[in-house]
């Protein structure tokens, strides 16, 4: 890696005497940044490039930059590796991104990278910017000052356009890779690099899809609890939820796998262009605050309450303040103003009241950061005040935001406070999100500190073998409801007591012996939603209707699926409680996928559910329960008692567990889990496991656990 930020030399090969052409650009940029290393042009029709000697092949440099066209890339690698070198950025485009025939170029720079142990980043980039090494090894425009931010960015556009707004920011960045189609190098590898640099405060990351999710998790999760990381993650609509035959896995669309991965790595995700903005600019800007409490000193108190909404939208804590603190402001401030937060300073607030008020708010013990609003009015001193604000700002170590409302007025305030150590934003909202997101990264780190490891799976549990074997052999890819609970209760699930029954005259004496009121199901593996043809019937508490009961599931069964096989009827106990759906898909790029939500319409018609990818900790297990709205339901409402919520924790690691030790299965639903006040009963069983095609063969031999 150090080779692509701190290289000796560079090559730039396809170099151009032709301004306007990439191959000029990038030659000019790595003059212009003013690198300090050895420059080669390599140009076979060419002397001389912007006044460095330009050579026919290429020789031995730390650094190859390829600006040839695409079908001639394979053979320039070629040629650089042979030369020796070890790291190229390919910042030429028309490989996968352009079809069928670019995806086959891919395929060979990828296989000449792996055969010679040379890495790439790219195709299809901008580029490599390293100011720490003063080197643009891009074709971007622009070139930033040095400063504390980093961005790893699947979009060249979204690089430049970082830039630009960094420039009028008067921020600075660290290191920027573009990387284009990541046929190599990964943003995985990238993030554990930059992140590790003690010159890169934060890390801003732009991405579109991410192919190996695990790796990425692993690396985030490693950084993060150090190194702020902000992603921006397009494509959060769900264009191509997969189709599942469990209900929630119809909600497990890939975004939300996203969404999961991020939230139990430590990332902090936000949802638009200008929320990274703002975010990466409190974490360039700002120290990290020690506590959460906001102060909010405002000369508006219209602002005021516009924060303290956006405070409670965005769950920033408003501090209270400490008696001293409330003294100092009763002090210096006149009877009108508001002395609790958000402190007032009214209209006619001058410069000296807001520095006084904000050096006392800064003092208080309970107050982590603080915002600062601006409204012009007839009194206000816009520019003395950023003046003021600026002195204080770059001794403060605790964040300063401010927000000055307004246009033509404020401008030359606005860029006069680009040289303090505050951060402004547009708006009170935004610089309450910004804040939350701030607050977020103490968070992470303090978790990171108390984090219990997730339970590993103590080996299959032989129950749970012997069926899923016994379903490969039969070539089927679902499981009856009786196989399902036979998995779920060989690891500890507790399921409802029942009976098998294939003939009518042993009905009563099995209902008799589960004791009434029973429930009558088919157990059939070819019926996956059993309510939906009529194959279900609750609530029988007679000899009589437990017989019709048998007798009506086969009657739907044959009207509606004829060629359905019934493996007879379940019958089972009734058990009472309110109903929850847990359930597990596999997602392609980051694995098992739980989700957890209330039965009936929670799920269904409101879709409220929460998300984590398995290994799972008990802690992100209660966490993932109390994230659905529904959960006041389960803490008890109106006279009812509060329910087993461990228990369903404990059932989340046991399918996460279930979906470890088991790759071949591809969904498992405990659709309902029946949860009490003590305890909880899984009463319905889906698991779907992958289809084989020589599954029998290699199954055999008994070993269990292999
Ligand atoms: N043992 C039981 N005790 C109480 N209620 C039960 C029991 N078994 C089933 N039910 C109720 O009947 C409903 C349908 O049963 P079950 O979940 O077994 O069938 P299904 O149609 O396959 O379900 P799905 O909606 O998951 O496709 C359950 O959601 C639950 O409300
Ligand atoms: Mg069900």
Known sequence: MDDFFFPRSIAV?????????????????????????????????????????????????????????????????????????????????????????????????RKIAKQHGLRIVGPNCLGIISTGANMNASFASEYPNKGNIS????????????????????????????????????????????????????????????DDGREFMRVAKEVSRVTPLIVLKAGRTDIG??????????????????????????????????????????????????????????????????????????????????????????????????????VDVLGDAKPRRYFDTLKTVLTDQNVGLVTVLLTPQAMTEPEETAGLLN???????????????????????????????????????????????????????????????????????????????????????????????????????????????????????????????????ANSPDISHKTDVGAVITGISTDKTAKNAFDQIYANINKRIPQARIEGVTIQEMVHGVEVIIGVTRDPQFGPFITFGLGGVYVEVLRDVSHRLAPITLAEAKKMIAEVKSYPILLGTRGRKALDIDAIAHIILCVSRISQDFKEIQEIEINPLVVREKGCIAVDALVVIERRNNAIKNSGGGRLGS
């Open 151 to 210: 961005l790893i960015s699947q979009s060249g556009a979204i690089c430049t356009s970082f830039l630009d707004w960094a420039a009028n920011e008067s921020l600075g960045f660290d290191k920027l890779v573009s990387v284009g189609n990541k046929a190599d190098v990964t943003e995985a590898e990238l993030l554990k690099y930059i992140a590790r640099d003690p010159s890169t405060r934060v890390v801003a990351l732009y991405v579109e899809g991410i």
């Open 13 to 109: 090969i396809g170099a151009a005497r032709e301004s306007g052409k990439v191959g000029h650009s990038v030659l000019k940029n790595l003059l212009g940044a003013n690198f300090q290393g050895e420059l080669i042009p390599v140009n076979p029709n060419a002397d001389e490039i912007l006044g460095l000697k330009a050579y026919p092949k290429i020789k031995k440099v730390d650094l190859a930059i390829v600006v040839v066209p695409a079908h001639i890339v394979p053979s320039v690698l070629e040629d650089s590796a042979r030369a020796g070198v070890k790291a190229s950025i390919i910042i030429s485009a028309g490989f996968r991104e352009s079809g069928a025939r670019g995806a086959i170029l891919e395929a060979q720079i």
């Open 241 to 342: 939820a997969k189709a599942a035959s469990s209900h929630t896995g119809a909600l497990a669309g890939s975004d939300a796998a996203y969404d999961a991965a991020f939230k139990q790595s430590g990332v902090i995700r936000v949802s638009s262009i200008d929320e990274l903005f703002d975010t990466v600019k409190a974490f360039s800007r700002c120290p990290i605050p020690k506590s959460q409490g906001m102060a909010i000193v405002t000369n508006a108190g219209g602002l005021g309450v516009l924060a303290s909404d956006a405070a409670a939208e965005f769950k920033v804590p408003l501090a209270n303040f400490t008696r001293e603190t409330i003294a100092s402001l009763q002090s210096t401030l006149t009877k009108e103003s508001n002395i609790y937060n958000p």
């Open 391 to 521: 002195e204080i700002s770059l001794h403060a170590s605790k964040p300063i935001f401010t927000s000055f409302v307004g246009g033509k007025e404020l401008s030359k305030s606005l860029d006069m406070l680009k040289q303090g150590k505050s951060a402004n934003f547009t708006s009170p909202e935004t610089a309450v999100r910004a804040a939350s997101n701030l607050i977020k990264f103490r968070e992470i780190a303090l978790a990171a500190e108390t984090e219990s490891i997730p339970l590993g799976g103590g080996g299959k549990k032989r129950g749970a073998l012997l069926q899923i074997r016994r379903v490969q052999e039969e070539r089927r890819t679902s499981l009856t409801e009786e196989e399902g609970l036979i998995v779920l209760r060989s690891y500890g699930i507790t399921t409802p007591k029942e009976r098998l029954v294939a003939s009518r005259d042993k009905v009563v004496q099995a209902a008799c012996e589960i004791g009434y009121p029973v429930v009558l199901k």
